[in-house]
Nanobody, 123 residues
Framework: QVQLTESGGGSVQAGGSLRLSCAAS???????MGWFRQSPGKERDFVAA????????DYAGSVKGRFTISKDSAENTVYLQMNSLKAEDTGIYYC?????????????????WGQGTQVTVSS
């Protein structure tokens, strides 16, 4: 059982930056990790994911070039660096882990989820 805890959310103006962290209670060296976000009244959408090795990443088209996901397996932590934030990036950001080396964009394929952290971008 892995518990995930997100931090680093907050309010920022458009064009600003935030760095989200996801701390795992156990080793995630063999887990692919992902970030998802959910806005009110909408489904949980894929944002970014990283393989267990940290070598390969995947990004939603809307964040590619602005967000960077990274993984520190020694610290059991995954990060999401968010730059050039836009109002449409607003939402609750969730960290997730799956019992596989490989990434996927499907939320149902991730077994462990954090409680989420709120990101609000004002224009």
């Amino acid at each position: 059982q892995v518990q995930l805890t997100e931090s680093g959310g907050g309010s920022v103006q458009a064009g600003g930056s935030l760095r989200l962290s996801c701390a795992a209670s156990a080793s995630v060296s063999t887990n692919a990790m992902g970030w998802f976000r959910q806005s009110p009244g909408k489904e949980r959408d894929f944002v970014a994911a990283i393989t267990s090795s940290g070598v390969t990443t995947d990004y939603a088209g809307s964040v590619k070039g602005r967000f960077t996901i990274s993984k520190d397996s020694a610290e059991n932590t995954v990060y999401l660096q968010m730059n050039s934030l836009k109002a449409e990036d607003t939402g609750i950001y969730y960290c997730a882990a799956r019992e596989s080396f490989y990434t996927t964009r499907r939320p149902a394929a991730y077994r462990y989820w954090g409680q989420g952290t709120q990101v609000t971008v004002s224009s």
